[in-house]
């Protein structure tokens, strides 16, 4: 089974599934992370913002980094050197966002993350596309979302935890241009997939909305049950 959420910036998609694959027992995968990690990479050579569609595709080919689904867990490293709160800083979740509108970038990580469903006889992946190009066909398709302030609040308290200097304005002001650049890109553009199942997390604790959300699973397995019978 495949489960993909997908909503904008700091509407609790990451926290929440992993919570959810906890819960049932199945991988996690963290598509955001994967463009992260490009990201940190591009950082590290020094190259920002690659130019050219095909030097970008010659260089994702020759690149190494690695992406497995270990211990029902996703793990990326390069060169060796596993990759994991390096990708968590303000600045590279900005250069991620830059990079995702490249078409390269985002056929490069989608054929990366339909080979890493396979691995699993249970996905919970969320991103901003997942449910509408990675997997149309999830058997759960959920757009999570929250007003602005909440998920400002959020992600801050997340960037505060890891050390960096921010402000709720300055946060807000990211998720909206976040917001702006994720729905108007021409590829893959952030909106909700057909068939999926809304859910606004402002007022829930990320406990109450991983209870929806299993109670959800529990009744689309309840309902195979009942049409195979």
């Not at 994967?34 to 990201?39: D, I, N």
């Not at 992600?155 to 909206?176: D, F, N, P, V, W």
């Not at 829930?204 to 195979?224: D, P, Q, R, T």
Request: hydrophobic letters at 40%.
């Amino acid at each position: 089974m495949i489960i993909a959420i997908d909503g904008p910036a700091g509407a609790g998609k990451s926290t929440v599934s992993k919570l959810l694959a906890k819960r049932l027992g199945f991988v996690y995968l963290d598509t955001g992370a994967m463009y992260r990690a490009l990201a940190w990479v591009f950082a590290k050579n020094g190259q920002e913002s690659p130019s050219g569609e095909e030097t970008l595709r010659a260089m994702l080919a020759q690149m190494e980094l690695r992406f497995a689904i270990e211990n029902e867990r996703l793990e990326i490293s390069c060169g060796g050197q596993t990759l994991s709160e390096e990708l968590r800083s303000p600045e590279i979740s900005e250069a991620a966002s830059k990079i995702s509108r490249l078409p390269a970038v985002r056929e490069f990580l989608v054929d990366r993350q339909r080979r890493l469903a396979l691995q699993g006889t249970g996905i919970v992946t969320e991103g901003r596309d997942t449910a509408t190009v990675v997997f149309p066909n999830a058997e759960l398709k959920v757009f999570l979302t929250a007003d602005i302030r909440t998920r400002a609040r959020r992600r801050l308290a997340e960037y505060l935890e890891k050390g960096a200097s921010m402000s709720l304005e300055q946060t807000e002001r990211l998720i909206a241009e976040r917001d702006e650049a994720d729905s108007r890109r021409d590829h893959s553009p952030l909106r909700p997939a057909q068939n999926s199942v809304f859910l606004d997390t402002s007022g829930l604790a990320i406990e109450e909305v991983v209870e929806k959300l299993a109670e959800m699973v529990e009744k689309l397995g309840s309902g195979k049950k009942r049409s195979e019978a």
